[in-house]
T-cell receptor, first 113, second 112 residues
Framework: AQSVTQPDIHITVSEGASLELRCNYS??????LFWYVQSPGQGLQLLLK??????LVQGIKGFEAEFKRSQSSFNLRKPSVHWSDAAEYFC???????????FGQGTRLTINP | EADIYQTPRYLVIGTGKKITLECSQT?????MYWYQQDPGMELHLIHY???????EKGDLSSESTVSRIRTEHFPLTLESARPSHTSQYLC???????????FGQGTRLTVV
């Protein structure tokens, strides 16, 4: 079945440490890929997106993500996290020509001081 | 700057009541979506629309209904609210060409 998978439900890192959140998809066609962040009680904010071209994309708040077609992955990274990065992170996919944006299960990020 | 608005932000209502959750966007987007999200959980697509007079059921079955009479407006209605409808409801819209979705801040519904 076509799906988006975020293998890590909950990740805890120390402030200042590096971060990588994993996202895998299982679609045959080339997807459009997104990472969203959700603070408690809020809607979702777009961090970054990949449509085509350079497979390393830069987003807001110091985040970046790399599309790896061979691994069907679109992992989110940040070199040094801040306490304000604590939130829920969602990977999402839309297939070209399709109408629906499909989300992964989300990864909750906790930051230790 | 994205302009998509949901009202109310919070709603506590009794069982059996009819409710309508409002969603409006000023970006002229053709596509609009409703997602249901329990606290700390994933988003489930319950309704979407390609444009005026177009509505489709999403991946998660829902007793709610939607309408799309105007491009900017995509309300969601529950004819008879039940405690199982307690959840957060997120509305989103996107331009057909870009695919990027913009989200409202959500409506947190509690049915008592």
């Amino acid at each position: 079945a076509q799906s988006v998978t975020q293998p890590d439900i909950h990740i805890t890192v120390s402030e200042g440490a590096s971060l990588e959140l994993r996202c895998n998809y299982s679609y045959g066609a080339t997807p459009y890929l997104f990472w969203y962040v959700q603070s408690p009680g809020q809607g979702l904010q777009l961090l970054l997106k990949y449509f085509s071209g350079d497979t390393l994309v830069q987003g807001i708040k110091g985040f970046e993500a790399e599309f790896k077609r061979s691994q069907s992955s679109f992992n989110l990274r940040k070199p040094s996290v801040h306490w304000s990065d604590a939130a829920e992170y969602f990977c999402a996919v839309i297939i070209q020509g399709a109408q629906k944006l499909v989300f992964g299960q989300g990864t909750r990020l906790t930051i230790n001081p | 700057e994205a302009d998509i608005y949901q009202t109310p932000r919070y709603l506590v209502i009794g069982t059996g009541k009819k409710i309508t959750l409002e969603c409006s966007q000023t970006m002229g987007h053709d596509k609009m979506y409703w997602y249901q999200q329990d606290p700390g959980m994933e988003l489930h697509l319950i309704h979407y629309s390609y444009g005026v007079n177009s509505t489709e059921k999403g991946d998660l079955s829902s007793e709610s209904t939607v309408s799309r009479i105007r491009t900017e407006h995509f309300p969601l209605t529950l004819e008879s609210a039940r405690p199982s409808h307690t959840s957060q409801y997120l509305c989103a819209s996107s331009d057909a060409g870009l695919g990027e979705a913009f989200f409202g801040q959500g409506t947190r519904l509690t049915v008592v």
